[in-house]
C-alpha cells in the first residue's frame, strides 16, 4: 500500500483587489487559515497511514481514543481545506452574469436568478459556517445545503459547485457584524464563468 503524498495548498486563483473583500482579508484567510487546514490534513494523514500500514498499533475508542480525535480531525481539516478551495476559486470576478449552462440550471430550478440569490443569501444568514451550491448526485439537480462547521452538516453525494465562507473570519474586519453587506460583497466579486466549469464537470452525474 503505497503512501498518498502531501496534498500541496492550491495558490488564490485571483489577484488584486476584490470590492469589498479587503487584502488583510484574504491573506489571512488563505494564507493562515486555510494554509493551517491544508497542513493538519497532511499531518492527520501521515499519522492514520502509520497506524495503516502497521506500524503503530492503537485502539479505537469511541469516549476518546488517539484513533476517535483523528478520524474527527481527518474531516474537519478536510472538509476545511476542501470548501474553502470551492469558496476561493469563484472570487476575482465582476459579478456579471453570463448565459451558461449553470445559469440555465439555476434559473430552470428557481425561476429566476434573483429569485436564487435571495434564496441563497437568506439561507447564508441561517447558518454558522458554509453555504454550499452543490449537484446532488443521489438527485441528479442542483441543491443548496448549509452546515455549521466543516464536519457537521454536510451531505455525503453532493458535489459542491461553490462555497460561501460565512464564519466571522471572513468579514469581519471589513464589514464588523454586518454579514449581510459581505454577503452582497461575495456576489459582486463572484466569477460565473469559473463556477460553469465546475457544474459542467459534475453535471449529469448521478447515483
Ligand atoms: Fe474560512
Not at 486555510?34 to 493538519?40: D, E, F, T
Not at 448526485?137 to 462555497?163: M, N, S
Request: net charge negative; with cysteine; proline share 2%.
Amino acid at each position: 500500500m503505497s503512501r498518498i503524498k502531501d496534498y500541496n495548498p492550491q495558490s488564490l486563483p485571483f489577484s488584486g483587489e476584490l470590492e469589498g473583500m479587503s487584502e488583510k482579508t484574504i491573506q489571512i484567510h488563505h494564507d493562515k487559515l486555510y494554509v493551517g487546514y491544508v497542513n493538519k490534513m497532511n499531518e492527520i494523514d501521515e499519522k492514520l497511514a502509520e497506524i495503516a500500514h502497521g506500524e503503530r498499533e492503537v485502539l479505537g475508542n469511541q469516549t476518546y481514543s488517539e484513533l476517535r480525535a483523528l478520524r474527527r480531525g481527518e474531516t474537519f481539516a478536510t472538509n476545511g481545506t476542501y470548501l474553502h478551495e470551492y469558496y476561493f476559486n469563484v472570487l476575482g470576478g465582476d459579478g456579471s452574469i453570463p448565459e451558461n449552462e449553470l445559469m440555465s440550471a439555476i434559473i430552470e430550478k428557481w425561476d429566476s436568478f434573483e429569485n436564487f440569490k435571495k434564496y441563497f443569501s437568506e439561507s447564508a444568514m441561517a447558518v454558522r459556517g458554509w453555504l454550499v451550491l452543490s449537484w446532488d448526485v443521489q438527485l441528479g439537480r442542483l441543491k443548496v445545503y448549509g452546515c455549521d462547521t466543516h464536519d457537521e452538516g454536510g451531505v455525503w453525494g453532493c458535489l459542491p459547485i461553490f462555497a460561501l465562507d460565512v464564519f466571522e473570519h471572513a468579514y469581519f474586519i471589513d464589514h464588523g457584524s454586518d454579514r449581510k453587506a459581505y454577503i452582497e460583497a461575495f456576489w459582486k466579486n463572484m466569477d460565473w464563468n469559473k463556477a460553469n466549469e465546475i457544474f459542467v464537470k459534475w453535471n449529469g452525474i448521478k447515483r
